[in-house]
Antibody, heavy 118, light 110 residues
């Protein structure tokens, strides 16, 4: 059973970038599709994008095109989400999640709080 | 882009059945997934592909999907079922919005 452990909370200035890590343990990392989902305080879930390490392919949500880069390092079984040009409304909990064969997210990381404040 | 509509809130008495809907154009032709999220916790998958319960999810949780509405049903509701619930679909026709979530429904156990 794969488990996902994410990096710790971040506080960033507007205009800067943040890179959140998601390390997988157990299972075969490269065969999983890793998604990133965020949740602003008191709001719903918002899909950001995903990566398929086996094919080294990515898909990004239109709202984040040009601002987000998702990568994966197979040697450390770690996926990364980098969001640039941060704004105050990027303040949210960022989750990574593994997609199963039915395109449902059956394993989630614990979440990483990113606060954007001057 | 495709939109999933959920009621903001649903209330139910303990022991009764809660039904949470997720509306979308012709949603019955695609698989719908449901997540439970309790305060301060990551979401948990409770139903996928309309009706399938992951291992460890009680039989009290069930799903259906037809026409323009998918439904998550929770029978014999308990206080511990109080949470936010989200529906989700995978839109293969889109290049830029593959994954769509509903706005979420807060289930209150009276």
């Amino acid at each position: 059973q794969v488990q996902l452990v994410q990096s710790g909370a971040e506080v960033k200035k507007p205009g800067s970038s943040v890179k959140v890590a998601c390390k997988a343990s157990g299972g075969t990392f490269r065969t999983h599709t890793i998604n990133w989902v965020r949740q602003a305080p008191g709001q719903g879930l918002e899909w950001m994008g995903r990566i398929i390490p086996f094919f080294d392919t990515t898909n990004y949500a239109q709202n984040f095109q040009g601002r987000v880069i998702i990568t994966a390092d197979e040697s450390t079984s770690t996926a990364y989400m980098e969001l640039s040009s941060l704004r105050s409304d990027d303040t949210a909990v960022y989750y990574c999640a593994i997609e199963n064969g039915a395109n449902a997210f059956d394993t989630w990381g614990q979440g990483t709080m990113v606060t954007v404040s001057s | 882009s495709y939109v999933l509509a959920q009621p903001p809130s649903v209330s139910v008495a303990p022991g009764k059945t809660a039904r949470i809907t997720c509306g979308g154009t012709n949603i019955g032709s695609t698989g719908v997934h449901w997540y439970q999220q309790k305060p301060g916790q990551a979401p948990v998958l409770v139903i996928y592909f309309d009706t399938v319960r992951p291992s460890g999810i009680p039989e009290r949780f069930s799903g259906s999907n037809s026409g323009s509405t998918a439904t998550l049903s929770i029978s014999r509701v308990e206080a511990g079922d109080e949470a936010d619930y989200y529906c989700q679909v995978f839109d293969r026709t889109s290049d830029h919005q593959l994954v769509i979530f509903g706005g979420g429904t807060t289930l209150t156990v009276l």
